[in-house]
Nanobody, 122 residues
Framework: QVQLVESGGQLVQAGGSLRLSCAAS????????MGWFRQAPGKEREFVAS????????YYTDSVKGRFTISRDAAENTLYLQMNSLKPEDTALYYC???????????????WGQGTRVTVSS
């Protein structure tokens, strides 16, 4: 089992920045691919970014490329999502995810966190 706990979500103005964190515990963090998803009110959960454990390769959905950066600190068992130039359409509940599979879709995810809310005001 892997337990994931997100933090860092808050209300921010458009153009601002936030850094989300995901603290992992349980099985060896470094052996899992990790990712971030988000779900806006009335919409389906969507992939945001992921990082592959074996080589650190990263993947992003088109709408966040150049604005968001995913990273991980294996020593601290923590995953991060640095979000810059935030837009109102980034408003959502952000979920941390872990899997032995490459994460680019929700069906690939084995473990989910409870989510942290990000609200971007215009």
């Amino acid at each position: 089992q892997v337990q994931l706990v997100e933090s860092g979500g808050q209300l921010v103005q458009a153009g601002g920045s936030l850094r989300l964190s995901c603290a992992a515990s349980g099985r060896t963090f470094s052996n899992y691919n990790m990712g971030w998803f988000r779900q806006a009110p009335g919409k389906e959960r969507e992939f945001v970014a992921s990082i592959r454990y074996i080589d650190g390769r990263t993947y992003y959905t088109d709408s966040v490329k150049g604005r968001f950066t995913i990273s991980r600190d294996a020593a601290e068992n923590t995953l991060y999502l640095q979000m810059n130039s935030l837009k109102p359409e980034d408003t959502a509940l952000y979920y941390c995810a872990a899997s032995g599979n490459l994460i680019t879709t929700a069906t690939a995810v084995r473990y989910w966190g409870q989510g942290t809310r990000v609200t971007v005001s215009s």
